[in-house]
């Protein structure tokens, strides 16, 4: 493909070298072979979570920003769109934005879709530990399942997590720290049997008194 350009310094010519357009040489993104371009799709799109926003007067529907190579054209989008969707994780403050989001990308889109995680909130006075955890984690994935049958939503077990959000407080209600783990169904049921697994977990202190 040639693409054309014309140079102009505001002023007229009668002469015809300055008024034609003139070609410009060389090769377009899309001209390399496409073993190139998934070699640079692939340093595009690193691994990432993309995180949706709970919903704000100016972004009443909690949507997130799609990396901008996806924007860059048809062919492109088409392209890295699978490669986007297997190295991301996408993840939702609440079950709402994330149904609004795989009801709009559609079925075959969602079945590139690698992971999905949901929050879910509970507040204790004590650390999280035990079968009783997994008990929480089990009953937050059985309601997001239940979520995902009634909007006629398909996805594969190993797809969709939670991500337990737990404030721990003082007897004042002040909040101490906050604690979050994500569970998948292998996780919750290995939980529920006394059995250690290995979460993903992060905690906030917030106050050391």
């Known amino acids: 493909m040639v693409v054309h350009t014309t140079e102009s310094d505001n002023t007229t010519s009668n002469d015809p070298d300055t008024t034609k357009d003139k070609p410009t040489s060389g090769k377009t993104f899309l001209d390399l072979p496409p073993e190139l371009r998934n070699d640079i799709y692939a340093l595009a799109l690193p691994p990432q979570t993309l995180a949706f926003p709970t919903p704000t007067p100016a972004n009443k529907h909690g949507r997130a920003k799609a990396p901008s190579l996806l924007l860059a054209s048809k062919q492109i989008h088409a392209e890295a769109l699978a490669m986007f969707y297997s190295k991301t994780t996408f993840h939702f403050p609440d079950s709402n934005i994330m149904l609004r989001f795989l009801r709009k990308i559609g079925a075959k889109k969602r079945k590139l879709v690698k992971e999905v995680i949901v929050?879910?909130?509970?507040?204790?006075?004590?650390?999280?530990?035990?079968?009783?955890?997994?008990?929480?984690?089990?009953?937050?994935?059985?309601?997001?399942?239940?979520?995902?049958?009634?909007?006629?939503?398909?996805?594969?077990?190993?797809?969709?997590?939670?991500?337990?959000?737990?404030?721990?407080?003082?007897?004042?209600?002040?909040?101490?720290?906050?604690?979050?783990?994500?569970?998948?169904?292998?996780?919750?049921?290995?939980?529920?049997?006394?059995?250690?697994?290995?979460?993903?977990?992060?905690?906030?202190?917030?106050?050391?008194?």
């Open 119 to 209: 929050d879910t909130k509970e507040t204790s006075p004590t650390p999280l530990a035990g079968p009783s955890l997994g008990q929480q984690a089990h009953d937050a994935l059985t309601a997001l399942e239940r979520r995902l049958k009634d909007n006629g939503i398909r996805l594969p077990i190993k797809v969709y997590k939670v991500r337990m959000m737990h404030e721990y407080v003082r007897a004042n209600g002040e909040v101490r720290w906050v604690e979050s783990l994500v569970f998948g169904r292998a996780e919750t049921q290995e939980m529920m049997f006394g059995q250690l697994v290995s979460v993903r977990r992060e905690v906030v202190e917030l106050d050391r008194d």
